[in-house]
C-alpha cells in the first residue's frame, strides 16, 4: 500500500464519487503523464482537482511552483501534510468554476500550464473557462473520458465536432497524450480515460474581424444540428431568409450548407460577413 493510501486509511475518508473522485497511484504512470504534459524547470502549473496528491508531487518535481485547487475541504489537511516536504507546491481550497482564477495566479512568476484530473461531468465547462479565462496559458493538460477526447480531435463534418472542439482548435494544437484504463483509477470508473494535451497557439488559427462574433455564428450553426445554415442563423439572429441568404453567398457557402460543416476559414470569412452587417445596422445604414 502506497504512503498515500495509507493515510486515507488511516484518516477514514470515504471517496466522494459524487464530486467525481477517482485517483492514480501508481508512480510510474503518474511520472509518464508529467512527461507527456512537457512541464518544465520554468513552467508555473495551476493544478486543478489534486485530490490526494499523487499527481501533485511529480508535477512539484519538474514545475518551477504549483498551485492545487481542491473543492473538497476534507482533503486539504492530507494534501498540506503530504505536500509539506515539497517547497513549490501551494495548496488553495477552492471551486475551480468560480474562484477568479486570474486573481488566484496573478503571482505566479512563469510560464502558466494547467494541469486536471477532474470530474467528467464538468469536463466542457470548465475546459471552456480556462480557453475563456484571462490567463497566459501555455498549455492545457487534462484528464477526460475516452469519448470526450474523440470529440475534442474531431474535425468539421464529423459527428462530434461542436462548440468545445471548435474553440479548442482555434486557439490550441490538441492531441492524445496516453490511454488511461479505468483500471489504472481507485475506485475503479466506469469508462476508460484520456490525457489531452493542448499546446496554446501564440495567435488564433484563424483572425476574424470580430471573435465574439465568430463565435456567435458558430453557437448558431450548432444550434439546429439537422438544418442547413440559413436556417439556424434565421432562428438564431432573428433575421429575414432573403438577408441570410446573401449573408451566406457573400462569404462564398452553399446555401445548402449545414453549420457544422464550415472550416474554421470559411466560418471566419462568414462571421466577418455578419460583422460587417452588425456595424452597418448599428450606424442606421441598414
Known amino acids: 500500500m502506497s504512503k ?17 473522485q477517482n485517483f492514480i497511484y501508481d508512480d510510474d504512470l503518474l511520472e509518464a503523464l508529467v512527461a507527456e504534459t512537457g512541464i518544465g524547470g520554468e513552467d508555473c502549473v495551476l493544478e486543478i482537482g489534486p485530490g490526494v496528491g499523487t499527481l501533485t508531487r511529480h508535477l512539484s518535481l519538474h514545475a518551477a511552483r504549483v498551485l492545487s485547487v481542491e473543492l473538497d475541504q476534507r482533503l486539504i489537511p492530507l494534501l498540506k501534510a503530504s505536500m509539506e516536504p515539497y517547497g513549490n507546491v501551494e495548496i488553495v481550497h ?9 486573481e488566484l495566479c496573478a503571482q505566479m512568476p512563469g510560464p502558466l500550464s494547467v494541469a ?31 469519448e470526450v477526447a474523440d470529440k475534442l480531435l474531431s474535425s468539421p463534418g464529423s459527428e462530434g465536432w461542436g462548440m468545445l472542439p471548435l474553440r479548442c482548435t482555434y486557439m490550441a494544437d490538441v492531441r492524445r497524450a496516453m490511454e488511461v484504463p479505468a483500471s489504472c483509477f481507485t475506485p ?10 493542448m499546446d496554446m497557439l501564440k495567435t ?46 457573400s462569404a462564398g ?22 460583422t460587417e452587417r452588425r456595424q452597418r445596422n448599428e450606424r442606421g445604414e441598414i
Open 116 to 146: 486536471a484530473n477532474i470530474p467528467y461531468y464538468i469536463t466542457t465547462p470548465l475546459i471552456t473557462r480556462l480557453l475563456t479565462s484571462s490567463l497566459p496559458l501555455k498549455r492545457l493538460c487534462v484528464m477526460v473520458q475516452k
Open 4 to 20: 498515500t493510501k495509507e493515510r486515507i486509511y488511516d484518516s477514514q475518508l470515504r471517496y466522494q464519487q459524487g464530486l467525481g
Open 188 to 197: 475503479k470508473p466506469k469508462v476508460d480515460s484520456t490525457f489531452i494535451v
Open 94 to 102: 477552492g471551486d475551480a468554476m468560480t474562484v477568479d482564477l486570474a
Open 204 to 249: 488564433p488559427r484563424v483572425s476574424p474581424a470580430s471573435e465574439e462574433d465568430f463565435f456567435r455564428v458558430a453557437q448558431a450553426g450548432f444550434a439546429l444540428r439537422r438544418k442547413t445554415l440559413v436556417n439556424a442563423l434565421c432562428a438564431a439572429f432573428h433575421m429575414e431568409r432573403e438577408e441570410v441568404l446573401e449573408l451566406v453567398r
Open 253 to 274: 457557402l452553399d446555401e445548402k450548407v449545414r453549420g457544422e460543416k464550415l472550416t474554421l476559414e470559411e466560418l471566419a470569412v462568414l462571421s466577418d460577413r455578419y
